[in-house]
């Protein structure tokens, strides 16, 4: 004889309970996805908003600004994620064997790590403009975008860093640094007002 895996329902009587407990199930896992999903939209729309506002001034600098972002994921960010990824191995191992010591080092490790191979990156996109000539595209665009490029090494450095903290799960604890303590008035808002 066959067993069902699943217990068949018996009328309405488990249904509503059921459908309670999904949604109970639903609301604590949103709770916790919710800010997930809100971070990585936000971390997309990072590359992505300046060609919303570029797009409405002329094709020369969307083209440009799209040639221009396109190249940094390639050249640049891409890499960093890429080597802060291999972080999250090792520190999930050390957090796992219970040594601390070590998570920290590998962090401040990767920080440095990524800083040096930022370097390299700056200066190649700070020739970007000569290497997109020398490779045949349109010498408008490929000015255009080399100064693009060149705006962007800025953002570089703090992306190693955030890659490097990202990749231990240590953005909660990054973000306490930004909690600010104002007194106003009479101290009516204190630790985590503006937070």
């Given amino acids: 004889m ?3 895996l699943l217990p068949e329902a018996n009328g309405s009587r488990e249904s509503p309970a059921r459908y309670r407990r999904f949604l109970s199930e639903a609301k604590k896992v949103s709770h916790i996805a919710l800010p997930m999903v809100v971070v990585n939209i936000s971390e997309y729309f990072l590359s992505i908003s300046p060609l919303f506002m570029i797009g409405h001034l002329n094709h020369l600098d969307l083209s440009s600004v799209s040639l221009g972002v396109s190249i940094a994921n390639v050249t640049g960010y891409s890499i960093i994620f890429g080597m ?3 972080l999250e191995t090792l520190c999930a191992r050390a957090h796992g064997t219970g040594e601390y010591e070590k998570v920290g080092t590998y962090t ?3 920080i440095v790590c990524l800083f040096m191979v930022s370097i390299p990156i700056s200066i190649l996109w700070i020739y970007m403009e000569r290497i997109l000539i020398f490779i045949g595209q349109d010498v408008l665009i490929s000015v255009e975008a080399g100064k693009y490029t060149t705006w962007l ?3 570089l450095f ?3 860093i955030y890659q490097s903290l990202y990749g231990n799960h240590f953005v909660i604890p990054f973000a306490d640094l930004l909690d600010v303590n104002i007194p106003v008035g009479d101290g009516e808002f204190g630790r985590g007002a503006f937070y």
Avoid: G, Q
Wanted: net charge negative.
């Fill in 158 to 160: 703090p992306y190693a």
């Fill in 84 to 86: 802060a990824s291999a």
């Fill in 153 to 155: 090494i800025p953002s």
């Fill in 108 to 110: 401040l490790n990767s």
């Fill in 2 to 4: 066959e067993v069902p």
